[in-house]
Nanobody, 115 residues
């Protein structure tokens, strides 16, 4: 059974930085899966904010390009999302999952951007 556990969210001022973590279990072999971070807003809409391939290639939407960085450690089965220059529109519930054929979602970690 796949488990996804996000952490690291919190309150940050506009322009601030935050790093989120995701611990993955039950997804084997982990290294073959492209992984991603998603942002969910009230109402349930989710948007891709970063993706990383099995070989380490990364993809970002224009809205976060240059500000967000996704990384992974296949030995630790972990993902990270480094966020900087945060904007109010970046706020939301951040969740990790596979890039395609998403597994059951974890609880996510809340990011609030406010002064």
């Amino acid at each position: 059974q796949v488990q996804l556990v996000e952490s690291g969210g919190g309150l940050v001022q506009p322009g601030g930085s935050l790093t989120l973590s995701c611990v993955v279990s039950g997804l084997e072999p982990f290294n073959i899966y492209a992984m991603a971070w998603y942002r969910q807003i009230p109402g349930g809409e989710r948007a891709l904010v970063a993706a990383i391939g099995s070989a380490g290639s990364t993809t970002y939407p224009d809205s976060v390009k240059g500000r967000f960085n996704i990384s992974r450690d296949n030995a630790k089965k972990m993902l990270w999302l480094q966020m900087s220059s945060l904007k109010p529109e970046d706020a939301g519930l951040y969740l990790c999952n596979t890039f395609v054929s998403q597994r059951p979602w974890g609880r996510g970690t809340q990011v609030t951007v406010s002064s």
